[in-house]
Structure formats: C-alpha cells, structure tokens
C-alpha cells in the first residue's frame, strides 16, 4: 500500500472488511517499505526488532523534534515572553529530557526523582517548574538547593517548609497552584481541576496564600497555576482555566498547565496544537496582563503520538473470540488497565485489514489486554505487531509485574537507530536485594 496524504485519516478495503487506516495513527513520515513492512524513522521494524528485541518502544525522533518545536515557535509567535516547560512525567527517560532540552524547553517535574533526571539531562535549574501534592522536606531542600527556578505551592505545609529550607538572604520564586472547580471530560483519574481534587487550592484558600506569599521575605510569589486535567479533546476548559487564573488578580507569571489530548485511535480528533495555543492566547489577550509571561507544560500530546511499542507474537488462540497474545502487555503499557485507554494497532508487516482479534498481553490477569477487536491481518507465532501512539506515559508506568523485564527505548531517524535506555536483564530484577 503506498500511503499519500490524502489517505491520512482515511479507511481502505481489504479482504472484505472495512478498517481505519493504520498508519494514519504512527508519526508522521511512517511509511511501508517495498515488502510490506512499517519503516519508522526511515528504519525496517524487522530490522529494530533483529537488533533490539520485542518489546521495545520506538520513538520518533524527528517527529518528537518537530512537535517540541511547533509548542516553541507556536507560543513565542503568539506571546513573546513565554516558555514551553515539558511535563516529564509523561516519558521521564534521560535521553528524552536531553532532547527537549536541546529544543529549548523547560522542565516541569513532579518529584525528586525527575528533578534529579532533568538535571542530570543538562535542564537549566532556572527554567524548572517543581510540582507535586505532597512534596517532601527532602525533595523541597533538593529542589532549593538546586536553583530551581519555580516551585508550585500545592498547600500551606509547602510554604512552612519552604519558609524554613530557603536560606536566610535567599529568594525562592513559587507559584500558587489555584483548582478553579473545572471538570474537563476526561477519565476522573485524569482530571485534577474539579472541586474535591487533591491537587491546589480553592479559591478562598487560593486567595489566602497569595496573600501570605505576598508578606513572605523568602517566597517571592510570581504568580499562578492552573492545570484542570490531560487527554482533554475540546478546547473549552482551557479558556475556562484562563478566565478563571484572571480572577484571581495580575501577576508576573501564569503557568496554563498542560492536558491537550493526543491521538491514539482513529475516532480521536484532539485539538491541534495551534487551535489550543489560540485558545489560550486569545484568553489571555483579553484577560491577563500583556506584560505577564506565560508558561505551559503539555506533557500526554508532546510524545504520546511520536512512540511506538513493537511486540512479537507469542501465540495466537483461535476462537470466539481469537486471542493474540504478544510478548509484552501490562508491564509495559498500563494505559489500558489504568484509564482504559484504547489503542489501535496493526500486523507491523502486513499492515491493514483482518479479522478482528483481542491482543493480550503475557501477565496474569485478564484485564491484561492491548486492544480489544482489533482487525489483524492472519496473525502468526513470530509475527510483529506495532502499537502507535504509546509515547506518553507508558515508560512512566512500566514495571516488573510477573518479573517482566522493562523494554528498551530505541530512537529512531533518518534511517539510523539507536538505543538510548537498555532493556532490563534478569540480573537488574535483583539490583536492589540485599543479602
Ligand atoms: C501540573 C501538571 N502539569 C502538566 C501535566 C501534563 O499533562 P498532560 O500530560 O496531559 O499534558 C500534568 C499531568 O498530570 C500536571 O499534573
């Protein structure tokens, strides 16, 4: 099948029965080889499989560059004084922090753990934004200690720490993070702007630290955050974060949060990029302060559609319903038992049409599963199937759950690959016990 733009998006018939077009949903510039096969990053699947193993999960590094540039270059072009804080959350792997770096973005962390790895990535302390609900003295002293230039007051035992771990003589620059009472449609695990949500402040208690900041001699309020939930497909709760930020009062710094959805399914129409940068900035021209900077830290629609999990099937169990079990699952991907995701995904030699199966994983339970009637074409032992879209927070969450190994991180482009994390060897399974 030799794909042109105009089938991007597209169905397509094959043996009979009618499917979506697969490639549509891997990074832009996937295409077939000759044989049918995926290339990815201009590289064979059959090829990083050889060379890597199964699982594993490639990343697209040219369309990862290229959506990390598009954030830059679509908020500087519509609010000059602006930055682009990556939520590292979404895939914590130190290759990936070097790289979005290197594109010039900050860093938005949620622990201590990250802050270490964006360090160790080169981020620039400054351009740092620390989050977290229940951040640890020792994670605050680290994030102090380090320069961090923001740290998101989540509550008042933040700022009595803070007070007591920045030194006498030292300013630290914080946010307040302000829960506007905005339910998003998203998974409720996923929505964190509502009222009862453990994250922030309400607004009577939102008002109250702004002003205890404002007296503080070493917390030096630069202004607010809001962040009301991820995989948000419409644009309207980002406006309305924007009024509700405005509310609250001018302020130097109002930092938008992340949440944009991505793409994993063929049904999905997330927002793109540039209608949500015009959400926001179309709100802010109207409603904040034209000298305020702005930040934003999408986190889910930076990655999620530039990753890609290549499994090889172990067995295929024919039946009503028929089952493929692959050489990964729930280890590796926890999107689907967690959020109940769905993912696409394809035969990644014989892209197209099938009949369709239940891709499982090799875990112990039956809530270990990949997608469910997924057209696949005549599925094989050996054979290699692709799962686009997994960039986004399936690193974050892999495991070792049946002694699972975690999978390699294999970047890919310009038709050279390379691994930039390992897979985990049985030894590593024991790295930790002591005698
Ligand atoms: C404070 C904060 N900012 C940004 C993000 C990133 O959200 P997303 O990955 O949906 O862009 C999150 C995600 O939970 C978050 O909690």
């Given at each position: 099948?030799?794909?042109?733009?105009?089938q991007?998006?597209s169905?397509?018939?094959s043996?009979?029965t009618?499917?979506?077009?697969?490639?549509?949903?891997?990074?832009?510039?996937?295409r077939?080889a000759?044989d049918?096969?995926?290339?990815?990053?201009?590289?064979?699947?059959?090829?990083?499989?050889?060379q890597?193993?199964t699982?594993?999960?490639?990343?697209?590094?040219?369309?990862?560059?290229m959506r990390?540039?598009r954030y830059r270059?679509g908020?500087?072009?519509?609010?000059p004084?602006?930055?682009v804080a990556?939520a590292?959350?979404?895939?914590?792997?130190?290759a990936?922090?070097?790289?979005l770096v290197?594109?010039?973005?900050?860093?938005?962390v949620?622990?201590?753990?990250?802050?270490?790895?964006?360090?160790?990535?080169?981020?620039?302390p400054?351009d740092?934004?620390m989050?977290?609900?229940?951040?640890?003295?020792?994670?605050?002293?680290?994030?102090?200690?380090?320069?961090?230039g923001?740290?998101?007051?989540?509550?008042f035992?933040d700022?009595?720490?803070?007070?007591?771990?920045?030194?006498?003589g030292?300013?630290?620059?914080?946010?307040v993070?302000?829960t506007?009472g905005?339910?998003?449609d998203?998974h409720a695990?996923?929505?964190t702007?509502?009222?009862?949500s453990?994250?922030?402040?309400?607004?009577?208690?939102?008002?109250q630290?702004?002003?205890?900041?404002?007296?503080?001699?070493r917390?030096?309020?630069?202004?607010?955050?809001?962040?009301?939930?991820?995989?948000?497909?419409?644009?309207?709760?980002f406006?309305?974060?924007?009024?509700a930020?405005?509310d609250l009062?001018?302020f130097?710094?109002y930092d938008?949060g992340?949440?944009?959805?991505?793409?994993?399914t063929y049904?999905?129409v997330?927002?793109?990029?540039?209608?949500?940068?015009?959400?926001?900035?179309t709100?802010?021209r109207?409603?904040?302060?034209?000298?305020?900077?702005?930040l934003?830290?999408?986190?889910r629609?930076?990655?999620?559609e530039?990753?890609?999990?290549?499994?090889?099937?172990?067995?295929?169990?024919?039946g009503?319903?028929?089952?493929?079990?692959?050489?990964g699952g729930?280890?590796d991907?926890?999107?689907?038992?967690?959020?109940?995701?769905r993912?696409e995904?394809?035969v990644?030699?014989?892209?197209?049409?099938g009949d369709?199966?239940?891709?499982?994983?090799?875990?112990c339970?039956?809530?270990d599963?990949l997608?469910?009637?997924?057209?696949?074409?005549?599925?094989?032992?050996?054979d290699?199937?692709?799962v686009?879209?997994?960039?986004?927070?399936t690193?974050?969450?892999?495991?070792?759950?049946?002694?699972?190994?975690?999978p390699?991180?294999?970047?890919?482009?310009?038709?050279?690959s390379r691994?930039?994390?390992?897979r985990e060897?049985y030894?590593?399974?024991?790295?930790?016990d002591l005698?």
């Amino acid at each position: 099948m030799v794909r042109t733009a105009g089938q991007r998006n597209s169905c397509h018939r094959s043996k009979g029965t009618l499917v979506n077009d697969p490639l549509s949903l891997f990074p832009p510039g996937t295409r077939l080889a000759p044989d049918g096969q995926i290339v990815l990053g201009g590289c064979l699947v059959e090829e990083l499989a050889d060379q890597y193993g199964t699982p594993a999960l490639l990343v697209d590094e040219g369309a990862l560059r290229m959506r990390a540039r598009r954030y830059r270059e679509g908020l500087s072009a519509r609010w000059p004084d602006s930055r682009v804080a990556f939520a590292s959350k979404a895939f914590p792997c130190t290759a990936v922090y070097r790289l979005l770096v290197e594109e010039g973005l900050g860093v938005d962390v949620a622990s201590g753990g990250e802050l270490t790895l964006a360090l160790a990535a080169g981020a620039d302390p400054a351009d740092i934004v620390m989050h977290g609900n229940a951040k640890t003295e020792e994670e605050l002293l680290l994030a102090v200690d380090a320069g961090v230039g923001l740290i998101v007051i989540d509550n008042f035992d933040d700022i009595d720490r803070l007070e007591r771990l920045v030194p006498a003589g030292g300013v630290q620059g914080v946010l307040v993070r302000f829960t506007p009472g905005i339910q998003p449609d998203t998974h409720a695990a996923v929505s964190t702007g509502q009222a009862g949500s453990k994250f922030g402040l309400l607004e009577p208690e939102a008002r109250q630290a702004i002003a205890r900041l404002r007296g503080s001699d070493r917390l030096r309020l630069d202004g607010v955050h809001v962040h009301v939930g991820s995989q948000i497909m419409d644009t309207k709760p980002f406006l309305q974060a924007v009024e509700a930020v405005a509310d609250l009062g001018e302020f130097a710094v109002y930092d938008l949060g992340g949440g944009l959805g991505a793409r994993y399914t063929y049904t999905d129409v997330p927002p793109s990029i540039d209608d949500y940068l015009d959400t926001l900035v179309t709100a802010a021209r109207q409603l904040l302060p034209a000298t305020a900077r702005l930040l934003i830290e999408p986190g889910r629609s930076m990655v999620a559609e530039t990753g890609v999990s290549l499994y090889r099937v172990v067995t295929v169990k024919h039946g009503t319903p028929t089952f493929v079990a692959v050489d990964g699952g729930m280890g590796d991907n926890l999107e689907v038992s967690l959020y109940g995701q769905r993912f696409e995904a394809t035969v990644a030699t014989r892209v197209g049409a099938g009949d369709p199966c239940i891709l499982v994983g090799r875990h112990c339970e039956s809530g270990d599963t990949l997608s469910t009637h997924v057209p696949l074409a005549d599925p094989q032992p050996g054979d290699l199937i692709a799962v686009p879209a997994t960039g986004a927070y399936t690193y974050s969450l892999s495991n070792n759950y049946n002694g699972a190994r975690r999978p390699p991180v294999v970047f890919c482009r310009d038709g050279r690959s390379r691994a930039v994390v390992r897979r985990e060897t049985y030894a590593d399974l024991m790295r930790r016990d002591l005698p």
